[in-house]
């Protein structure tokens, strides 16, 4: 399982990776807009207990605590996004990856100015990290 998705996941198909590569970023960039927005159960409790005792007052270390998690949590996304959208190729590859598929850039391209926010900024996103991958030289291939 590790080795499929680690490596043999991105090996499949173009669209496959392309749709992937769209859905991760879209939803990371979602929830990298969203305050508090993690997994860790923790963090939920944490939060449910903040709601409840809204009506005493905060202090600064209470304030300044909450807004240190909640940067790091928007970073954890972000990071997630990076290394999908610039650095997972070369991940791949280096793992011994000799088939990797490249996004599709036809298909970036199209949803470059989708009806739906997150997916045309995550494909804006997706295009310009391979175009700036492909080169000039690509870049003039993949025009003509």
């Not at 043999?8 to 970023?25: G, K, P």
């Not at 970073?75 to 190729?89: E, K």
């Not at 739906?116 to 900024?121: A, N, T």
Request: some cysteine; glycine content about 4%.
């Amino acid at each position: 399982t590790r080795q499929f998705t680690a490596q043999s996941h991105w090996e499949l198909s173009t669209t496959i990776t392309t749709y992937h590569l769209l859905a991760i970023i879209a939803i990371a960039n979602t929830l990298m807009s969203m305050n508090n927005a993690s997994f860790v159960a923790e963090q939920e409790r944490s939060r449910k207990l903040l709601r409840q005792n809204t009506v005493r007052a905060w202090g600064a270390e209470e304030i300044g605590n909450e807004e240190t998690v909640s940067a790091q949590i928007k970073q954890g996304w972000s990071l997630l996004a990076t290394l999908h959208c610039v650095l997972l190729p070369d991940k791949v590859t280096q793992r011994g990856s000799k088939a990797f598929k490249k996004a599709q850039v036809e298909m970036m391209a199209t949803r470059w100015q989708h009806h739906c926010l997150e997916v045309r900024e995550a494909a804006q996103a997706l295009l310009l990290a391979e175009l700036g991958r492909l080169g000039t030289k690509g870049r003039k291939a993949l025009v003509d």
